[in-house]
């Protein structure tokens, strides 16, 4: 499976970004993690099954919305009220499996660098 995510660049805090990520092949799953320099690489978003169950990280509820479209095997996620500390490489993933609402991908696409400046 191959994956291609598209977006990010650099917005101010306040701001709005957003990211899509094409699979060459339909998952049960897709989703979106992110790593900050220096930390570990984090849950962001996912979102599951036919009907598109969304999951979200604590720190983007409210802020950012996964989607995905089935036809296109596409996952989106819009990123709204942007603050520094969202700063990262996000990464596309696919593939894998969900336990409860931890979502562990198979497959990992590149990463695409988000910089939100204050």
Not at 28 to 41: L, N, V
Not at 52 to 77: H, I, M, Q, W
């Amino acid at each position: 499976v191959q994956l291609q995510a598209s977006g990010g660049g650099l917005v101010q805090a306040g701001g709005s970004l957003s990211l899509s990520c094409v699979t060459s092949t339909r998952t049960y799953a897709m989703g979106w993690f992110r790593q900050a320099p220096g930390k570990e690489r984090d849950f962001v978003a996912g979102i599951r099954g036919s009907g598109g169950l969304p999951s979200y990280a604590d720190s983007v509820k409210g802020r950012f919305t996964v989607a995905r479209d089935n036809f296109k095997n596409t996952v989106f996620l819009q990123m709204n009220s942007l603050k520094p500390e969202d700063t990262a490489v996000y990464y596309c993933a696919a593939g894998g499996q969900y336990t409860g609402d931890t979502y562990y991908p198979e497959y990992w696409g590149p990463g695409t660098l988000v910089t939100v400046s204050s």
